[in-house]
């Protein structure tokens, strides 16, 4: 069980490579509405050779931020930002009021998104609108079912012993939405 008063105070920053930066600044900052809040163009010695890069920080309304790395060297770029297969479970999320997911979906749709690219899921908890960037990531804006917030303490109470009930083989769905 966690110690009260030590944790992270939030998220700083969630880090991901890009081939392509304006493509990202595009769908992050219109699209998104995340603004650009830095750049760093950067040189380091990292890991037994000199590493030229952009690192681009895009704002949330917390002040914490997604980053993308962009390589100046195609070997540089190919190493440290290997393909990865299409996963809908591999994805970041991030809350959102419900009039914010709503503009996001028009700018998206606009934009000529659609399945697989862009698609919305009720999970009885929150609703959700995923959608992929430009690098293949998985982008999910949340809205939280007011019920669903108003039994998060039930829900944390019961997290462990949940966890350890699937574990053990109990495969029951909890989620009473489904």
Not at 7 to 23: C, I, P
Request: aromatic share 12%.
């Amino acid at each position: 069980m966690s110690s009260p008063g030590l944790q992270a105070l939030r998220l700083h920053h969630h880090a991901y490579v890009t081939k392509d930066m304006e493509a990202t600044r595009h769908f992050y900052e219109d699209l998104l509405n995340f603004p650009l809040m830095a750049t760093w163009c950067e040189s380091d010695e990292l890991f037994g050779a000199e590493r030229v890069y952009c690192h681009c920080f895009f704002g949330l309304a917390d002040h914490s931020a997604l980053a993308f790395f962009q390589f100046a060297k195609p070997e540089d770029q190919a190493q440290f930002d290997p393909p990865m297969p299409f996963s809908p479970f591999r994805h970041i999320a991030l809350k959102c009021d419900a009039a914010t997911q709503d503009a996001v979906h028009r700018r998206l749709e606009k934009a000529g998104y659609k399945e697989p690219q862009m698609f919305v899921l009720e999970h009885g908890y929150c609703k959700s609108l995923y959608a992929m960037d430009p690098n293949g990531m998985i982008v999910e804006l949340t809205v939280d079912d007011p019920a669903a917030e108003a039994k998060g303490g039930e829900r944390q109470a019961q997290a462990h012993a949940e966890l350890k009930r699937w574990l053990a083989g109990d495969h029951t769905s909890n989620n009473t939405y489904r």
